[in-house]
């Protein structure tokens, strides 16, 4: 087969249809890229507030322990006073003050 030789015009027709093509493409690919950019600020805020959901849900259940580790030392305080000498509701008093401590209350 031989080569056919392209008429001019036709030439000139198809480098101006490859140019739009490739612009065409040029352009897709920065669309494609600021959405690529924007879905991934959208992930790392998303990341972020589930962090801090995270770090206020730990810290609601880190308050919640506490106050029941001081209530329940506050029981057994009550209950070795009645039950037995003095000097035995020591411990649980001590337990209950560094629980307090430990939660920041005091």
């Keep these: 087969m031989k080569k056919q030789k392209m008429l001019p015009e036709r030439a000139a027709d198809l480098n101006d249809e490859l140019f739009w093509q490739m612009l065409s493409a040029r352009s897709e690919a920065r669309e494609n890229a600021r959405r690529l950019a924007i879905a ?4 790392q805020l998303s990341e972020a507030y589930r962090r801090e959901e995270r770090r206020a849900a730990r810290k609601e259940l ?3 322990v506490a106050f029941v580790g001081v209530v ?3 029981v057994v ?3 070795c006073i009645l039950a037995a000498p003095i000097w035995t ?3 649980p008093t001590v337990g209950m003050m560094a629980v ?3 939660a920041g209350w005091i």
């Design 100 to 102: 307090m401590r430990r």
């Design 89 to 91: 509701a020591v411990l």
């Design 40 to 43: 991934e600020a959208k992930l």
């Design 72 to 74: 329940s030392c506050m």
């Design 77 to 79: 305080s009550a209950v």
């Design 62 to 64: 880190d308050g919640m």
